[in-house]
């Protein structure tokens, strides 16, 4: 099969406008979400896509021109991950394939994890933005998080200074991974702000313990600051808890625990 140049009717103008158009229209409709979601790791994809599964808007900003986190780069750029039989299903419900391993465990291919979670989230209705990054909060006069400011990824990249733009949420997930950017920024910002911890700063994971990393994710996944609910390595930075390596099974639980804690933030404002 060719094309014909001379039966071709399109110009460069049609594709501009296409993408333009197309993505203003989808943007538009995104200014004002039901949840927002920082950060297109594994456990903030989870979360994404269960809600929207439930019928809520949702948006996932992310700052890098890919999805998926730390998962693509498996354990040291072998790209394979290790999760619990725990969280199998929340894998073969978006079509990835497992391998039994040994202890309970099974071993996917990084790449595929990502992609397929990414499609599944998208199907179920989730506006996954790349190369947008949540640069602030936006903030009631309650000093409680109703929103998210951001940016292109460009623009900070290149030190520019440009101002940003707002989104209205009912509430944010942080998944920002290892940084937690959101976190930070809260405690920074806002005058006399404390985590759910009573800490006025993030005190940070502590050294590897995949075992108790894992568990202590569960307990760690829930609304550290007043509209903002922190799963996946972010809850564990709040948490002070031990990183786990290549390991992903508590980051989908941890994203399934973020949802569930997202609807009740919505259901009780």
Same mark, same amino acid.
């Given at each position: 099969?060719?094309?014909?140049?001379?039966?071709?009717?399109?110009?460069?103008?049609?594709?501009?406008?296409?993408?333009?158009?197309?993505?203003?229209?989808?943007?538009?409709?995104?200014?004002?979400?039901?949840?927002?979601?920082?950060?297109?790791?594994?456990?903030?994809?989870?979360?994404?896509?269960?809600?929207?599964?439930?019928?809520?808007?949702?948006?996932?900003?992310?700052?890098?021109?890919?999805?998926?986190?730390?998962?693509?780069?498996?354990?040291?750029?072998?790209?394979?991950?290790?999760?619990?039989?725990?969280?199998?299903?929340?894998?073969?419900?978006?079509?990835?394939?497992?391998?039994?391993?040994?202890?309970? /465990?099974?071993?996917?291919?990084?790449?595929?994890? @990502?992609?397929? =979670?990414? *499609?599944? %989230?998208?199907? &179920?209705?989730? $506006?996954?933005?790349?190369?947008?990054?949540?640069?602030?909060?936006?903030?009631?006069?309650?000093?409680?998080?109703?929103?998210?400011?951001?940016?292109?990824?460009?623009?900070?990249?290149?030190?520019?200074?440009?101002?940003?733009?707002?989104?209205?949420?009912?509430?944010?997930?942080?998944?920002?991974?290892?940084?937690?950017?959101?976190?930070?920024?809260?405690?920074?910002?806002?005058?006399?702000?404390?985590?759910?911890?009573?800490?006025?700063?993030?005190?940070?994971?502590?050294?590897?313990?995949?075992?108790?990393?894992?568990?202590?994710?569960?307990?760690? /996944?829930?609304?550290?600051?007043?509209?903002?609910? @922190?799963?996946? =390595?972010? *809850?564990? %930075?709040?948490? &002070?808890?031990? $990183?786990?390596?290549?390991?992903?099974?508590?980051?989908?639980?941890?994203?399934?625990?973020?949802?569930?804690?997202?609807?009740?933030?919505?259901?009780?404002?």
């Amino acid at each position: 099969m060719s094309l014909d140049p001379g039966k071709l009717r399109f110009d460069e103008l049609t594709v501009t406008r296409g993408i333009v158009q197309t993505f203003m229209e989808d943007f538009l409709d995104s200014l004002d979400v039901d949840v927002a979601v920082a950060g297109a790791g594994p456990s903030g994809l989870t979360a994404a896509r269960l809600l929207a599964a439930d019928g809520l808007q949702v948006a996932v900003f992310e700052r890098n021109l890919h999805i998926g986190g730390g998962i693509w780069g498996g354990g040291m750029l072998f790209p394979r991950i290790v999760i619990e039989e725990q969280a199998a299903e929340l894998m073969t419900d978006v079509g990835i394939r497992l391998r039994p391993w040994q202890d309970g /465990t099974l071993v996917a291919d990084a790449v595929e994890s @990502a992609t397929k =979670m990414t *499609a599944a %989230a998208i199907d &179920a209705g989730v $506006r996954v933005f790349v190369g947008i990054e949540v640069e602030d909060v936006v903030i009631n006069n309650d000093n409680r998080v109703c929103g998210v400011v951001i940016n292109w990824g460009a623009v900070t990249a290149a030190k520019l200074h440009v101002d940003p733009l707002a989104v209205h949420s009912k509430a944010l997930i942080e998944s920002t991974g290892h940084p937690c950017e959101i976190a930070d920024l809260l405690l920074r910002k806002i005058p006399g702000a404390r985590l759910d911890t009573g800490d006025d700063c993030v005190p940070g994971e502590s050294s590897m313990n995949a075992v108790q990393g894992e568990a202590a994710l569960i307990a760690n /996944t829930r609304e550290i600051y007043p509209g903002v609910v @922190a799963c996946g =390595m972010a *809850a564990n %930075a709040v948490g &002070a808890s031990p $990183r786990m390596g290549a390991i992903f099974g508590g980051m989908l639980l941890s994203g399934q625990v973020a949802a569930q804690v997202a609807r009740d933030i919505i259901a009780s404002a």
